[in-house]
Antibody, heavy 123, light 107 residues
Framework: EVQLVESGGGLVQPGGSLRLSCAASGFSFGNYEMNWVRQAPGKGLEWVSYISTTSGTIYYADSVKGRFTISRDNAKNSLYLQMDSLRAEDTAVYYC????????????????WGQGTMVTVSS | EIVMTQSPVTLSVSPGERATLSCRASQSVSSNLAWYQQKPGQAPRLLISGASTRATGIPARFSGSGSGTEFTLTISSLQSEDFAVYYCQHYNNWPLTFGPGTKVDIK
């Protein structure tokens, strides 16, 4: 079964750090581009970051640039998000999501999502 | 940054009826547009990519259309399991952005 499982969420004080992990299974993780998407409580979806298969291309939303770092370990089938200088507005469920490939064409839609991990930034 | 807007905010529909959801981009995204369904407590599920291509396992009652800046998701005959929030997302350039969502609820 194709699956993504996030972990590492929790309660952290403003200014603190947290590292999220996403474990992939059931597919060739190293062949897929990956993303982090978040959703604040009761709000909509916000794309956070993207990483290419070789980690050679990385993008961030302006809201997290300079504070968050995306990375991956293809040997461990894992995706990570290092979150530093956390703010109250970073409180959200964080999802990892896989980029879609259709007929050997790379699309920027997300076809596989994890169940999410909750991050709460509060004193 | 491309701003995505969706209308209506809430759509009240009776089971078996047709639902039409709209998504607009602040500038052209060509056909680089996806639709997702999200139910409470669940992760989003991909319905449509490329503005009109159904994802694997998505029923034929879901259809997408449009290009450029105007897009539509149509659910031809609403089933009980279709009551949810629907988001559009462009992937034409960076940053990727989502619309605010349309909630489809039972009339």
């Amino acid at each position: 079964e194709v699956q993504l499982v996030e972990s590492g969420g929790g309660l952290v004080q403003p200014g603190g750090s947290l590292r999220l992990s996403c474990a992939a299974s059931g597919f060739s993780f190293g062949n897929y581009e990956m993303n982090w998407v978040r959703q604040a409580p009761g709000k909509g979806l916000e794309w956070v970051s993207y990483i290419s298969t070789t980690s050679g291309t990385i993008y961030y939303a302006d809201s997290v640039k300079g504070r968050f770092t995306i990375s991956r370990d293809n040997a461990k089938n894992s995706l990570y998000l290092q979150m530093d200088s956390l703010r109250a507005e970073d409180t959200a469920v964080y999802y990892c999501a896989r980029d879609l490939w259709v007929a050997n064409i790379h699309e920027g839609a997300f076809d596989i999502w994890g169940q999410g991990t909750m991050v709460t930034v509060s004193s | 940054e491309i701003v995505m807007t969706q209308s209506p905010v809430t759509l009240s529909v009776s089971p078996g009826e047709r639902a039409t959801l709209s998504c607009r981009a602040s500038q052209s995204v060509s056909s680089n547009l996806a639709w997702y369904q999200q139910k409470p407590g669940q992760a989003p599920r991909l319905l449509i990519s490329g503005a009109s291509t159904r994802a694997t396992g998505i029923p034929a009652r879901f259809s997408g259309s449009g290009s450029g800046t105007e897009f539509t998701l149509t659910i031809s005959s609403l089933q009980s399991e279709d009551f949810a929030v629907y988001y559009c997302q462009h992937y034409n350039n960076w940053p990727l952005t989502f619309g605010p969502g349309t909630k489809v609820d039972i009339k």
